[in-house]
């Protein structure tokens, strides 16, 4: 999965965000662990930063507005493109999704939606009226390679999914039990692992995206040195590579890819 580019277009995962609690304190950690490059702005009047990966921009990360009340979590958050943004959200609503911000613009590039699924998980949907998005995703070291839903509500979010994307479901059996591989015709797009075992409590349901990195034992030693920590040491993966997961001075945890040779 991290040596060739996630499929494009319609349907399909376009963009990473990190909800952050503390902006200041994540930006060097992903800079620094993945060799990305951060632009700081101001968006409706919040800070972010646009992350680029070389001359491609990939990702932002948003510092989550003051919630009176309220103990938000940092967490990552992925973004399919769609066609028609209303219909979308509004099919979505349909299927049980939750409302968390409705159709809105994106000054000068598009709209946008916030959902989360019948699980709890959320999700971003995106539209960029009249373009279609052909061009061939990042690919490699520091690129996004994975989008995985973790969830306890396995064949409620099968059919929601299936249902919202057009997408198909694939069993995929591994040790731990069944891997989902979600389907637009014969490229995969994203996978559900369902959680079940007790490690797993107090976790909530959440979009889990992965990065590609040349070393994932390196990569996931280096990451308390950068003030983040380990969750799930370097493991491999039977046919596909070695993944690992990190969390980031706030909470917010990414994956960590490198395909098999």
Not at 73 to 79: L, N, T, V
Not at 106 to 113: E, M
Not at 244 to 256: E, F, K, M, R
Request: proline share 10%; net charge negative.
């Amino acid at each position: 999965m991290a040596d060739k580019p996630l499929p494009t277009g319609y349907g399909t995962f376009c963009w990473s965000q990190l909800n952050a609690t503390d902006l200041a304190a994540c930006e060097p950690f992903y800079t620094r662990l993945f060799g990305w490059t951060a632009l700081r702005e101001i968006m409706g009047g919040h800070p972010m930063s646009l992350i680029s990966r070389g001359q491609d921009q990939i990702a932002t990360l948003m510092e989550i507005p003051p919630q009176p009340g309220a103990s938000p979590r940092s967490h990552w958050m992925g973004y399919v493109w769609v066609e028609n943004l209303d219909a979308t959200y509004a099919k979505a609503q349909s299927l049980g999704a939750a409302s968390c911000v409705p159709p809105s613009p994106v000054p000068g590039t598009g709209r946008f939606a916030v959902v989360g699924d019948p699980g709890g998980a959320i999700l971003g949907l995106y539209e960029q009226p009249a373009v279609e998005p052909a061009r061939p995703a990042s690919t490699g070291t520091g690129a996004f390679c994975w989008y995985e839903l973790t969830t306890r509500a396995v064949e409620a979010s099968i059919a929601f999914y299936t249902g919202l994307f057009g997408w198909t479901a694939r069993e995929w059996p591994m040790d731990f039990g069944t891997y989902t591989l979600f389907m637009r015709g014969e490229e995969a797009v994203a996978g559900l692992m369902p959680m079940g075992d007790p490690e797993w409590e107090g976790i909530p349901n959440h979009w889990m995206p992965y990065v590609g990195v040349a070393d994932v034992d390196e990569r996931f030693a280096a990451a308390p040195g950068l003030g983040g920590s380990g969750c799930v040491p370097p493991t491999d993966i039977p046919e596909v590579g070695r993944f690992a997961v990190v969390a980031d001075p706030t909470g917010g945890v990414i994956s960590l890819l490198r395909g098999m040779d």
